[in-house]
C-alpha cells in the first residue's frame, strides 16, 4: 500500500447476499410499479405539448420590436432584436464589473479526490470476494470534496469550506427595443463567455498579500504552476447584449406565458435570429428528445426492478458459481422480454387515450411480443 493507494479485500456470505437480495425485491416492486406512471404519464405530456406547440405554431404572428402595438395584447408574438441593458453589474467582492445581462462568479478549488475500483469474484459455496482499489490525486473541483469520507483520510485532508461561494447576477432592467424582459426571459439567455481581467484590477484588502491577478481571473496561492491544495481559482463569465428570438403573449411591454386549449403554455426564448417556424420547430424537437429519454428512463425502471426481484434466484444458484451465472444470464434475459412488451402495452394504453390510432397500432405489436415471450416460455418448460 502506497501512500496514494489504498486496497481493501471484503467478503460476503452466501447467507448475507440471500438476505439483501430478499430486501432487494421489494425495492424492485416499489420501482415496477413506479415505472408505469412514468411511461403513461410521458406520453399524455408529450402529446399535450405537441398540440400546445402545434396551435401555438398556428397563431403566432411576427411583430416589429421597436414599436408595441396596443391591439395584440394578449396575442401570441414573435420577437427578435437585441437584448440590451445599460447597467453595469459589479461582484459584491471582487471589484470587478461589466456592463452586461448576467455576471457569473465561478470558484474552484485544489483538492484531493478519491476514485475507485473494484472486482467481484464469486466464491463456492455462495459467498464473495470484493477487491477494491482506491487511488488519490489533486485535482481543481468547483465543489467542496468531504474527505474525512475517504477510505483513507490521513494524508488527503481538504479545506472544510469554499472559501468563496459562486453567484450569478441578472441585470434588473433588460430591453429590446421597446419591450423589456422578465428576469425569467433573461435567465435562459445564453452563452456565458470568459470575461478576462486586467492586470490593474485591484485586489480586496483582505487578499492582498495571498491573491494575484491573472487573464482569466484572481489566483489565491503561492504558485499557480504548482498548486497546492487549498489554493483557489476565481473566475467570472458574463453574458453581453446579444440578439435574441421570443415567442411570448404580449403582456403590455413584457412578454408572459401563452395559454393554449390543452392547458400547456408557451414562453419559448433562442438566443440568436430565428424565424418563428424554425422556433416551434426546434421546440417539438426537444419535446421528441425528452420524450424517448422518459421512455428509456421507465423501461430501464422497470428492467432494474425485474432483476431485482429475480435477484435471488441467482443468488440462490451461486452456491456453485456456474450455476449462478447461467440462472443470472436467464433471468436477465426473462427480465428484457418482460420489460419490452410491458413498456410498449403501457405506452399504447397512454395512445390509446391520447392518439387512438397510433396506440391500437401498438397495443397489437406489443400483444404479438407477449404472444411470443408466452410460446418461448412454453417451449423451455417442454423440453
Not at 422578465?182 to 478576462?196: G, H, M, N, Y
Not at 395559454?259 to 400547456?264: F, H, I
Not at 449462478?324 to 433471468?331: D, H, N, W
Request: proline letters at 5%; hydrophobic letters at 45%; one cysteine or more.
Amino acid at each position: 500500500m502506497s501512500h496514494d493507494h489504498f486496497t481493501e479485500v471484503t467478503s460476503q456470505s452466501w447467507f448475507s447476499r440471500i438476505g439483501g437480495a430478499f430486501k432487494g425485491i421489494l425495492v424492485g416492486l416499489v420501482l415496477f410499479v413506479l415505472a408505469f406512471p412514468i411511461l403513461f404519464l410521458n406520453e399524455g405530456r408529450a402529446v399535450t405539448t405537441y398540440k400546445a406547440l402545434k396551435e401555438g405554431g398556428s397563431s403566432v404572428i411576427s411583430v416589429a420590436a421597436n414599436h408595441v402595438d396596443p391591439s395584440n395584447e394578449g396575442c401570441l408574438i414573435h420577437v427578435t432584436g437585441l437584448a440590451d441593458t445599460e447597467a453595469t453589474l459589479s461582484d459584491p467582492v471582487f471589484e470587478v464589473s461589466a456592463n452586461a445581462l448576467k455576471l457569473k462568479r465561478t470558484v474552484e478549488l485544489y483538492q484531493w479526490q478519491q476514485t475507485s475500483s473494484s472486482t467481484t469474484r464469486k466464491k463456492l459455496g455462495g459467498g464473495t470476494e470484493t477487491v477494491t482499489e482506491y487511488s488519490y490525486s489533486k485535482t481543481w473541483s468547483d465543489g467542496l470534496i468531504h474527505s474525512e469520507h475517504f477510505k483513507q483520510p490521513d494524508g488527503h485532508q481538504n479545506p472544510a469550506a469554499m472559501p468563496f461561494t459562486p453567484i450569478e447576477q441578472i441585470a434588473d432592467h433588460v430591453s429590446l427595443d421597446a419591450f423589456t424582459l422578465s428576469p425569467a426571459l433573461v435567465d435562459k439567455i445564453t452563452p456565458f463567455e470568459s470575461l478576462r481581467i486586467g492586470p490593474d484590477t485591484p485586489l480586496p484588502e483582505a487578499l492582498k498579500e495571498a491573491a494575484h491577478v491573472y487573464n482569466a481571473g484572481f489566483y489565491i496561492g503561492t504558485n499557480m504552476t504548482h498548486p497546492q491544495v487549498g489554493d483557489v481559482r476565481v473566475n467570472f463569465e458574463a453574458v453581453h447584449p446579444t440578439d435574441v428570438s421570443i415567442i411570448g403573449k404580449q403582456s403590455g411591454t413584457t412578454f408572459a406565458p401563452y395559454d393554449t386549449k390543452t392547458g400547456k403554455s408557451i414562453l419559448l426564448l433562442q438566443t440568436g435570429t430565428h424565424t418563428a417556424d424554425a422556433m416551434i420547430e426546434a421546440a417539438q424537437a426537444s419535446n421528441k428528445m425528452m420524450t424517448w429519454l422518459l421512455r428509456l428512463a421507465g423501461f430501464l425502471c422497470m428492467l432494474l426492478a425485474l432483476n431485482m426481484i429475480f435477484k435471488p434466484l441467482s443468488v440462490i444458484a451461486d452456491v456453485l458459481p456456474i450455476a449462478g451465472r447461467i440462472v443470472g444470464a436467464g433471468t436477465g434475459i426473462v427480465a428484457v422480454l418482460v420489460a419490452a412488451p410491458l413498456s410498449l402495452i403501457t405506452i399504447s394504453i397512454a395512445w390509446i387515450v391520447y392518439r387512438p390510432l397510433l396506440g391500437i397500432i401498438l397495443l397489437i405489436v406489443a400483444s404479438g411480443l407477449a404472444v411470443a415471450l408466452k410460446g418461448k416460455l412454453t417451449s423451455a418448460k417442454t423440453t
